[in-house]
């Protein structure tokens, strides 16, 4: 699958019924973020990057941002909950795990530093499979009784076929969005 097709699909179109703001590259800076938390109030904090969870001392891990890297130890200094976000999604690789020394990982640590729920990843993703995945999450969870309810429908929808990406055409329950043959 060609890398670049993440770059073909309009961040206006998967986020489409969402209100917000979408940080990207030089914008998403640690400065930045804690600008936003602070200044406003966020139901819902995605943060699409690389992470990276290493065994050991928490500052051995880190979510990337553009400028810097915010290290594990350094999570609960982010102002998640004044007032508390109800949704942190950390969809890089490994932002669930922890080990002996950091038992509670990315998605732990966010918990008890205020956030209500977070959405976290077990294991290494792939980019394009992430991006299908979190567009239909997203489209479901308009309508979800529960955010687990919804991630579980999505991956079945996933499994099943339903929900896929291809050179073409990003296909998932809103229907499809056309990619750019380039």
Known sequence: MNRNLIKNISAKNISRGWPGKLFLNQDFTLKNLKNQLYSQYFNI??????????????????IQLWDTQLHLDEIQEINWNNPTAKLLVLSACKTAVGDRDVELGFAGLALQAGVQSVLASLWYVNDIGT??????????????????????????????GDVYLTREKLKFSRGEIPLPQS
Do not use: C, D, W
């Open 131 to 160: 991006l299908v995945l979190m567009s239909e999450f997203y489209e479901k969870l308009k309508t979800a009784a529960t955010k687990a309810e919804t991630i579980r429908k999505t991956q079945i929808k996933m499994i099943q």
């Open 45 to 62: 904090i995605h943060l699409a990057n690389h992470a990276e969870f290493k065994p050991g001392k928490p500052e051995n891990s880190y």
